[in-house]
T-cell receptor, first 112, second 114 residues
Framework: NAGVTQTPKFRVLKTGQSMTLLCAQDMNHEYMYWYRQDPGMGLRLIHYSVGEGTTAKGEVPDGYNVSRLKKQNFLLGLESAAPSQTSVYFC???????????FGPGTRLTVL | AQSVTQLGSHVSVSEGALVLLRCNYSSSVPPYLFWYVQYPNQGLQLLLKYTSAATLVKGINGFEAEFKKSETSFHLTKPSAHMSDAAEYFCAVSDDGGYQKVTFGTGTKLQVIP
């Protein structure tokens, strides 16, 4: 089992460009999450999904969109990147009953 | 609303010394509590979790945490620090609001001095 995988691992964007981050999990988990991690701020929830075809806003959703067309995949999109979106992005998934979240290795995004 | 406070963004201990990382939480319902560890350039992984079965929770790598309701605390300890324990540690709380939303603390970086 690969667990939770994220692509790409690194990306540099120019302001205004768009991109999509892909998260995939092979554990048949219902719940999936996107976080951003910034120094001194811990992890902040961007969007989450409680099942295929459903998404919801988290703590810091502005500037991001998500889709969960397949149970195993959770996509995070940036339509028009801004320097404030420079961060490390983590995807996670959970079974839904244990509370334990399984994290991917992260994507380091720099917006110039 | 749930929240987590981790006291001390950086903690340094000598190798072999006691590790104590502090976490206080607030929750409107009996909480689920977690400690996660993040090694450099990696994602988070679960160290241990409290789900009301026992107040003293044992985790991986010799870590344990004690749930104290009266103090709303869930401090992480390890009797003897090892160099490999150097990492960032996150406390997290979930009130299981029906969608497993977890709130993370801001993290504590542990430095182990040889």
């Amino acid at each position: 089992n690969a667990g939770v995988t994220q692509t790409p691992k690194f990306r540099v964007l120019k302001t205004g460009q768009s991109m999509t981050l892909l998260c995939a999990q092979d554990m048949n988990h219902e719940y999936m999450y996107w976080y951003r991690q910034d120094p001194g701020m811990g992890l902040r929830l961007i969007h989450y999904s409680v099942g295929e075809g459903t998404t919801a806003k988290g703590e810091v959703p502005d500037g991001y969109n998500v889709s969960r067309l397949k149970k195993q995949n959770f996509l995070l999109g940036l339509e028009s990147a801004a320097p404030s979106q420079t961060s490390v992005y983590f995807c996670a998934s959970s079974l839904g009953t244990s509370g334990e979240q399984f994290f991917g290795p992260g994507t380091r995004l720099t917006v110039l | 609303a749930q929240s987590v406070t981790q006291l001390g963004s950086h903690v340094s201990v000598s190798e072999g010394a006691l590790v104590l990382l502090r976490c206080n939480y607030s929750s409107s319902v009996p909480p689920y509590l977690f400690w996660y560890v993040q090694y450099p350039n990696q994602g988070l992984q679960l160290l241990l979790k409290y789900t009301s079965a026992a107040t003293l929770v044992k985790g991986i790598n010799g870590f344990e945490a004690e749930f104290k309701k009266s103090e709303t605390s869930f401090h992480l300890t390890k009797p003897s620090a090892h160099m490999s324990d150097a990492a960032e540690y996150f406390c997290a709380v979930s009130d299981d609001g029906g969608y497993q939303k977890v709130t993370f603390g801001t993290g504590t970086k542990l430095q182990v001095i040889p």
